[in-house]
């Protein structure tokens, strides 16, 4: 809704006089937030005020889903699910989420208002307006968590989805810092952009390369602080370690800059600590690098011909890769599933298409030894590209690299691509998900048996991915020093792996026949799931889990998230949020309140 529409709808709103604002921490501490049916929920000149406040910006949130609750056999509910594949669709939608839920966890839904900010001080009017008004509190960028974090219903939402200004810098000071610190290249990024968007400016356009996500649709600001990693951060560790600078809005409604000179704790605690919990973030300035001229992949699928044949490549992939993968210039995944398949997507920095085809070659060879045990399904893809084109549309399509998924949306820009790698998760319905760093000890000649029959016990529940980039054992020293220096579980650093079994279906919602999550099917895959991580946990006892990608019902999760760092996180929670204004499912403070939020325990 635009400023106008917004004006006609509340009455009498010229009358009125500016909002009264407290200044900073609420004199009595709330213990419940209010709903939209409590008389104390703020009155129609109340939300014009924050209107006018941020600049016609407040919009009552949509819930796109609505038509299929009221009629799933109308054509407009028949659109919606060939809209929700689009997650530039989503993006774009304040009012749903990239998952749409998780089956006994959460379900997505809509705030009741909106503002979808410009500046932090749209975001600072938003914030004050929560807070005075005791209101539950939700941010949302990319929209892109498991775990639900950024939706929450009867709420006011940040939205950041139009801040996507960036500007590439050759030498950025934090500020502050100039005394202690040389300018350095770096790439400021409004809170709002995702992925693409900085690969787009920072390499395709600039030549120079910087720390983010796989997915190209995910927001900038969720996974920085959630650690983040991406193909390459086998060598360059994770997108957190590469923060500069964040300008924030924090519960109090000032507008602060955190970096290594000014709000330092605030600033360890972004790396790492969980989206949604210290702070909005309005702006974020990451340090960019030379680019390496070549990057590449190898991708293809063995299927062993029984059991006893799929266990010996798991061994043998094993020893494999410790011998000729375990650096820093190869990373993602392999994926062990039930019906005894190997599956390769992995990447490579710095190699030829000859140099990385003879990495290969010896496990190739070995596979073409025994011709009744394997077969190749799809014909091994190993070779190397400019990196320079890696995230480069046009490029990719001259180059007939049948690699993205486009937004087919009549007013879509060309680059609203996403991998289609990660289309399977579009409006994806969770059914089980956990996640376990696997110390990289077990790699070593006298574990090698013992990971490789855990491996395969656990593939006999569920598919298990090994994402070798999301484990720093085998990158540079430096990342690993850098990483050490954010809230992420310092488990990351010795793990070679993050291990990740997950399931669940496509586009689904409580309530809408035909389309409803298969409740039977995934519960009975979030037992496997279960069954099949503890296959690992027998191997790797406190590994710890990725924050934000891991299992909505993660036992002991300050532990499993950030291990030591917990205790320094809940302090620093405590300095700058006592009133624990930014809420999230299992984030850091979140013991104090209900699951939904909104009452104090
Ligand atoms: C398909 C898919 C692929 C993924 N791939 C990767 C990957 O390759 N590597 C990886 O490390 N992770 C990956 N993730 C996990 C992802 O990084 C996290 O879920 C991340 O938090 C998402 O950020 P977002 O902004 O897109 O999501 P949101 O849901 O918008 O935000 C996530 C959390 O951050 C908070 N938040 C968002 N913006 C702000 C802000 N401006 N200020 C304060 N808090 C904010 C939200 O409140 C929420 O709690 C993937 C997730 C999905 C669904």
Not at 206 to 223: I, N, P, R
Not at 501 to 525: F, M, S, T, V, W
């Amino acid at each position: 809704m635009n400023r106008r529409k917004f004006l006609q709808s509340s009455a009498a709103s010229s009358l009125l006089p500016l909002c009264p604002r407290s200044l900073f921490a609420n004199p009595t501490p709330p213990t419940s937030r209010v709903r939209p049916t409590d008389p104390a929920w703020p009155s129609k000149e109340a939300w014009q005020h924050l209107n006018d406040d941020v600049g016609g910006n407040l919009i009552p949130v949509d819930f796109p889903l609505n038509p299929c609750l009221v009629n799933p056999q109308s054509p407009d509910c028949a659109t919606f699910f060939t809209n929700i594949k689009n997650p530039y669709y989503i993006g774009d939608s304040p009012g749903i989420t990239q998952t749409l839920g998780w089956v006994d966890a959460w379900a997505t839904k809509p705030s009741v208002y909106a503002v979808a900010a410009r500046n932090a001080s749209d975001i600072a009017a938003a914030v004050n307006f929560a807070r005075e008004h005791n209101l539950r509190l939700v941010v949302k960028g990319g929209g892109h968590s498991y775990q639900g974090t950024s939706n929450a219903p009867d709420s006011l939402l940040v939205w950041t989805r139009h801040m996507h200004d960036i500007t590439v810098q050759k030498n950025f000071t934090p500020q502050g810092c100039s005394a202690t610190t040389q300018p350095q290249p770096a790439v400021t990024l409004g809170s709002g952009s995702i992925w693409f968007q900085a690969y787009d400016a920072v390499t395709t356009k600039s030549g120079a390369y910087v720390q983010g996500g796989g997915c190209t649709t995910v927001g900038v600001a969720g996974l920085i602080q959630s650690g983040g990693f991406g193909s390459f951060s086998k060598h360059y560790g994770t997108a957190a370690s590469g923060l500069l600078e964040a300008e924030v809005v924090t519960a109090d409604g000032n507008i602060r800059i955190a970096n290594a000179c000014t709000n330092p704790d605030l600033f360890w605690a972004l790396k790492g600590g969980g989206g949604g919990t210290f702070a909005a973030i309005s702006k974020l300035t990451l340090r960019t690098r030379d680019l390496p001229e070549l990057a590449g992949g190898a991708n293809f699928t063995v299927k062993a011909a029984s059991d006893d044949a799929f266990r010996r490549l798991v061994r043998q992939f094993v020893s494999f890769y410790r011998d000729a993968l375990f650096n820093d210039r190869w990373g993602e995944q392999a994926h062990f599933s039930p019906d005894n398949e190997l599956q390769i997507s992995m990447v490579h920095l710095g190699l030829t298409t000859e140099e990385s085809r003879k990495v290969w070659q010896p496990f190739l060879d070995w596979l073409a030894k025994s011709p009744g045990s394997y077969t190749i399904k799809s014909q091994p893809e190993i070779g190397s590209m400019p990196f320079r084109h890696w995230w480069d549309v046009d490029w990719r399509n001259e180059h007939h690299h049948d690699v993205f998924k486009t937004d087919s949306r009549s007013n879509a820009g060309a680059q609203n691509v996403w991998w289609k790698g990660d289309a399977g998760q579009v409006g994806w319905v969770v059914w089980g998900f956990e996640s376990l760093w696997l110390p990289a000890t077990l790699l070593q000649s006298d574990s090698q048996e013992k990971l490789a029959n855990a491996l395969y016990a656990a593939s006999r529940f569920e598919e298990v991915e090994l994402h070798f980039n999301k484990g720093l054992a085998g990158a540079p020293p430096e990342a690993i020093e850098s990483a050490k220096n954010t809230a992420t579980n310092p488990a990351v650093c010795n793990a070679f792996a993050l291990a990740i079994i997950a399931d669940g279906q496509g586009p689904a919602y409580p309530g809408i026949a035909n389309h409803e999550p298969k409740l039977a099917e995934g519960r009975k895959a979030a037992d496997a799931v279960h069954r099949s991580m503890n296959e690992l946990r027998a191997i790797a006892a406190n590994g710890g889990a990725y924050v934000s990608e891991s299992n909505y019902f993660e036992q002991d999760f300050q532990q499993s998230y950030w291990g030591p760092n917990h205790p320094r996180l809940a302090k620093i929670k405590q300095k700058y949020d006592p009133d624990g204004l930014f809420f999230v499912h299992n984030g850091v403070g979140s013991e104090q309140w209900s699951r939904d939020g909104f009452t104090k325990l």
